[in-house]
């Protein structure tokens, strides 16, 4: 871990990534989270930043990657027209953990991923796969397990 809080980021190996991933309808979601399921990859599936709210979903996740930045930020952020524009890009939205034993597997599991997305016209949120908020999403959510759905060991994998 590094960072300052609440911008804590994971330094984790290559092998572990996290994404956004939206879609156009919730029935594209619904098929998606299906089909991951179905192909045996993932680590971690978890709706986490709804809790924010559809409209201020973007701005607090910039507040909680920017220790520089705080709550009074809010309002400028919420009316941002490319923060805006993001959030409604994530309306229907889930958050995914990938983790590969080996170089080759976590190939596998991104190629799957993107066959997948592709199938549901989906698509990985790009304000989400910056480094430095990829990085905060992906302590965020293996740091509270608790909260997650976790896919290899609902497998018993």
Known sequence: MT?????????LPD????????????QAWTDC????????????GHRQFNMFGRDLKFAMIKILTDPSKTLSDLKRLTE????????????????LVLAGMTPG????????????????GGWKVDAMNDPQIARW??????????????????RGV
């Open 3 to 11: 960072g300052t809080a609440p911008a804590y980021q994971a330094m």
């Open 15 to 26: 092998n572990i990534r996290a994404y956004t991933l939206a879609f156009p309808s919730w």
């Open 33 to 44: 989270v299906h089909k991951i399921w179905d192909a045996g990859i993932g680590y971690i």
């Open 80 to 95: 941002d027209p490319e923060i805006r524009k993001i959030n409604e890009s994530m309306k229907r939205e889930f958050q």
């Open 105 to 120: 597997d976590i190939g596998w599991q991104e190629k799957a991923l993107d066959q997948i997305l592709a199938e549901t």
């Open 137 to 154: 999403v992906l302590a965020y959510l293996v740091r509270l397990g608790h909260k997650n759905l976790n896919l290899g060991l609902c």
